[in-house]
């Protein structure tokens, strides 16, 4: 077994509860602490250890790193799109400070590696919007898109400054089922199976032809996983890697839904997030995550949507 002890910050979100579980299952239940501000789901609550922490407290994440004997973290805990637009102070505050108190850290010597997660946020207006490179126009015109390019911008400077070993995804939209999305502009295409089963319909926030780059939790798990695990010499890119899974917009999914909930409708009414949505790329070209580390994507719109369905069925039932 693995001797590293892995720290999760933000491990009650929507990718935390996925990650938790899948490292508890690599390096074992008491080498892996789960922390976050909230407590998180039963199953990470009652499989391992867990600690409450609210990131921005700096002496309580260093207590908690000695305490376990931590040697890498995963720092998840962000305010995403649509939240941090509500509260752009807290947006950028939380969204920095978690990761340069995470990256400081690992500069003193107390941790060896950190991930932290970028998004396809980190793009905006000016960026081809269709099969986006890795390396092209960024000008991101959301408080999160600007505190992703900046915090890119820092992982690269902590790896070429100071060595740090930290590795980063460009995560589209995600998919999952065990937890609820966390206020982002792609949450609809996770909502929408919610309310399908609940109700069959549901209002989407984005227009019918807002195509988005997604990706299925299972995907973005083993995509983080790869990159973690793969040899530091793999890993050239220490900004944040572009990945891409799917790519479909509300009428498309809807469409794949009603296979499973013939009588399923879907209606439209955009909102504040369609502006958030618009300047995204609709698709996303991930060749040098392929040929660095050998990433693929597993799921499609239909092979996810027919998975979905399976899990929340039995949780409806
Ligand atoms: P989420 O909102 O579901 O979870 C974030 C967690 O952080 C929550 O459990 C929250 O309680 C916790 N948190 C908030 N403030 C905290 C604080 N002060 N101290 C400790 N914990 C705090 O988000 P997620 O979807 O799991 O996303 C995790 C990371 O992945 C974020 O950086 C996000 O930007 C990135 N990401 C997510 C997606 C996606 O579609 N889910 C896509 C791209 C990037
Ligand atoms: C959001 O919509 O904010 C996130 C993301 C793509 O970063 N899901």
């Not at 590696?113 to 000008?139: C, D, H, L, R």
């Not at 917009?249 to 502006?275: C, G, L, N």
Request: hydrophobic share 40%; proline share 5%.
């Amino acid at each position: 077994m693995n001797k590293d002890t892995v720290l999760i910050i933000g491990a009650s979100g929507q990718i935390g509860t996925d990650l938790t579980m899948n490292l508890r299952a690599i390096y074992g239940d008491a080498h892996v602490v789960a922390s976050d501000i909230k407590s998180a789901a039963p199953e990470v609550m009652e499989t391992g250890p867990f600690e409450q922490l609210d990131i921005m407290d700096e002496a309580r994440l260093h207590e908690i790193v000695d305490k376990h004997k931590v040697t890498q973290i995963y720092l998840l805990a962000a305010l995403l799109s649509a939240t941090a637009e509500k509260n752009i102070e807290l947006g950028w505050n939380l969204n920095m400070r978690s990761l340069s108190h995470v990256l400081d850290l690992a500069r003193v010597g107390k941790i060896k590696k950190v991930y932290w997660p970028s998004s396809i946020a980190v793009f905006g207006p000016s960026t081809p919007s269709i099969n986006t490179p890795q390396y092209t126009v960024m000008e991101p015109n959301t408080v999160y898109g600007i505190s992703k390019q900046a915090g890119e911008r820092w992982c690269e400077y902590y790896n070429q400054k100071f060595g740090i070993d930290v590795r980063s995804i460009r995560y589209p939209g995600l998919i999952s089922w065990k937890a609820q999305p966390g206020g982002g502009t792609t949450d609809y295409a996770v909502h929408i199976f919610h309310e399908a089963l609940k109700s069959g319909k549901y209002e989407s926030f984005l227009s019918e032809k807002t195509t988005l780059p997604m990706m299925y939790m299972p995907d973005a798990i083993r995509a983080t996983l790869e990159l973690m695990e793969a040899p530091a010499e793999k890993i050239k890119i220490r900004s944040s890697y572009n990945v891409a899974g799917t790519s479909f917009s509300p009428e498309e999914i809807a469409a794949e839904v009603k296979k499973h909930i013939p009588h399923f409708e879907m209606t439209y009414k955009s909102d504040e997030r369609q502006a958030i949505a618009d300047s995204w790329p609709q698709s996303i070209n991930d060749n040098l995550a392929r040929e660095h580390w050998d990433w693929k994507h597993e799921y499609d719109l239909a092979t996810m949507v027919e998975d979905m369905m399976q899990n929340l069925k039995k949780q409806y039932k």
